[in-house]
């Protein structure tokens, strides 16, 4: 596997569910973010992680809750979703430098969520 | 963060350069021009970024404007794998953050 890749492609589950998407990044980088892309709007960036340690939540709600073992996953967990949730889910990462900048990010294919 | 303004969509033919405009107007000193492209059912990929002076790499190429306060992607001749929706997305030096706006839709006719 190369770049950035997620699981499941495709989720369809119900409210009351319990999920998990599921992101590798097979880059060595020591960034990684979730964005959401819902439709006919921009994409929307969720959470972010520096070194394994989360760094940002941009006022996500609590039913998406972010785990990050190591440096190279990256796992979105959901719990009682409601239909607006329903979007494509993208992982991304980056690497930090030294030098302090961050080199550009690269995104892996997304999870199409259906909360039905 | 400073926002960029582009047009919805736009539309060109194989084999023709196409220039996409971003406008820019309150960028800082301190602002990189970057660019992204969305192909249809995959994740935004980078496709270069730039200061000041125009940039080149195997993509496409970033004119930038002496003002920088407007900016221009150019692909040089395009193919229908370049049909995807192009953002353009200022982000501070030393910045991590990406802020995405609704970007331009951009259509190759064959």
């Known amino acids: 596997e190369t770049g950035v890749t997620q699981t499941p492609r495709h989720l369809v589950m119900g409210m009351t569910n319990k999920k998990s998407l599921k992101c590798e990044q097979h880059?060595?980088?020591?960034?990684m973010y979730w964005y959401k892309q819902s439709a006919k709007k921009p994409l929307e960036l969720m959470f972010v992680?520096?070194?394994?340690?989360?760094?940002e939540n941009n006022s996500v709600p609590s039913r998406f809750s972010p785990e990050c073992p190591n440096s190279s996953h990256l796992f979105l967990h959901l719990h009682t979703l409601q239909p607006e949730d329903s979007a494509l889910y993208l992982c991304?990462?980056?690497?930090?430098?030294?030098?302090?900048?961050?080199?550009?990010?690269?995104f892996g294919p997304g999870t199409r969520l259906t909360v039905l | 963060d400073a926002k960029t303004t582009q047009p919805n969509s736009m539309e060109s033919n194989e084999e023709e350069p196409v220039h996409l405009p971003c406008n820019h107007s309150?960028?800082?000193?301190?602002?990189?021009i970057h660019w992204y492209r969305q192909l249809p059912s995959q994740g935004p990929e980078y496709v270069i970024h730039?200061?000041?002076s125009n940039v080149n790499n195997r993509m496409a190429s970033l004119a930038i404007a002496e003002d920088r306060k407007s900016s221009t992607l150019i692909l040089h001749r395009a193919t229908l794998r370049d049909a995807a929706v192009y953002y353009c997305?200022?982000?501070?030096?030393?910045?991590?953050?990406?802020?995405f706006g609704q970007g331009t839709r951009l259509t190759i006719n064959p």
């Open positions: 991304a990462s980056s690497q930090y430098n030294s030098g302090g900048t961050y080199n550009e990010q690269f």
């Open positions: 880059l060595g980088h020591n960034a």
């Open positions: 992680y520096n070194f394994k340690e989360q760094t």
């Open positions: 309150t960028i800082s000193g301190t602002d990189y």
């Open positions: 730039g200061l000041t």
């Open positions: 997305i200022l982000r501070e030096q030393g910045a991590q953050k990406l802020v």
